[in-house]
């Protein structure tokens, strides 16, 4: 089965999965996550409107505005190192397991939906666990 998805709905799977499983993905996995301070700082200010801004909120937005983010794979010497765009964002969450965007969709999302999804869109398989 496949599932397509448009663009806003695969940036929100992913902004989804950040909040849910970002730090988790990244400390279970021995992985860094990194980025331009300056880009994030931009990203950041250009979010000016919004009443609380979060640390997920500024990283989808630097991906809106064409920046790129990436994992440092700490724990294999570089082996998994990667790095992304807005693109691979639209073009691999929906490629994640139908399971876990079913899940996602219907807002029974835990935190094995959003690792599956954010090594989906950051690796386009698991890598890890």
């Not at 599932?3 to 448009?6: G, I, V, W």
């Given at each position: 089965?496949e599932?397509?998805?448009?663009t806003?709905?695969s940036?929100?799977?992913?902004?989804?999965?950040?909040?849910n499983?970002l730090?988790?993905?990244?400390?279970?996995?021995?992985?860094?996550l990194?980025?331009?301070?300056?880009?994030y700082?931009l990203?950041?200010?250009?979010?000016?409107g919004?009443?609380?801004i979060?640390?997920?909120?500024?990283?989808?937005q630097?991906?809106?505005?064409?920046?790129?983010?990436?994992?440092?794979d700490?724990?294999c010497?570089?082996?998994?190192?990667c790095?992304?765009?807005?693109?691979?964002?639209?073009?691999?969450?929906?490629?994640?397991?139908?399971?876990?965007?079913?899940?996602?969709?219907n807002?029974?999302?835990d935190?094995?939906t959003?690792d599956?999804?954010l090594q989906?869109v950051?690796?386009?398989t698991y890598i890890?666990?």
């Open positions: 089965m599932l397509k998805l448009t806003t709905e940036e929100e799977f992913f902004y989804n999965s950040m909040c499983g730090g988790f993905v990244l400390n279970a996995y021995d992985l860094d990194q980025y331009s301070d300056d880009e700082k990203a950041k200010e250009s979010l000016t919004n009443d609380v979060c640390f997920e909120d500024v990283l989808i630097m991906l809106r505005m064409g920046y790129k983010l990436t994992i440092k700490i724990g010497d570089g082996e998994f190192d790095t992304i765009g807005l693109e691979d964002v639209h073009s691999r969450v929906q490629r994640s397991p139908i399971k876990h965007l079913m899940d996602m969709a807002m029974r999302d935190g094995d959003a599956a999804i989906h950051f690796y386009g890890f666990g």
